[in-house]
């Protein structure tokens, strides 16, 4: 496995960052955006971290490219724009907070929550 960091910034400011990944699995050169990030409502930066990574699997002569996106509906619009399919899958996701944690409200609504890849315990 190989992984690839890149950051967008507009002058010195960090506007997004996206990882990759690299590998191989007998005969398929897979490509993964393991993580991206950015204002969940920045679309301009959200679509030039897609357009780049696949630029660079592109380049890397990947067979194919696999993200896995959960929580923000304008990142997947773009996605699947992009050429990407839908394919809905079952992971239970659990959650624990310390009761006295001070955003113990913040953190347990969900509908603010945005997971990738990045953020499971099953990357292989």
Known sequence: WEYFPFAFYEN???LGYVVLK???EEEVY???IVDIFSRRDDEKTLSHLID???NFFIEKEVTEV???IWGNPLIETLFIQKGFSKKEIDR???LRTNMEHKYMQE???NSGWYFTMGDS???F
């Open 121 to 123: 315990t099953e990357i």
């Open 92 to 94: 239970p996701l659990i």
């Open 52 to 54: 780049h990574s696949l």
């Open 12 to 14: 010195e400011t960090l």
């Open 66 to 68: 696999m993200v896995w």
């Open 22 to 24: 690299l590998y191989r």
């Open 107 to 109: 953190i347990r609504d």
């Open 30 to 32: 897979r490509g993964h």
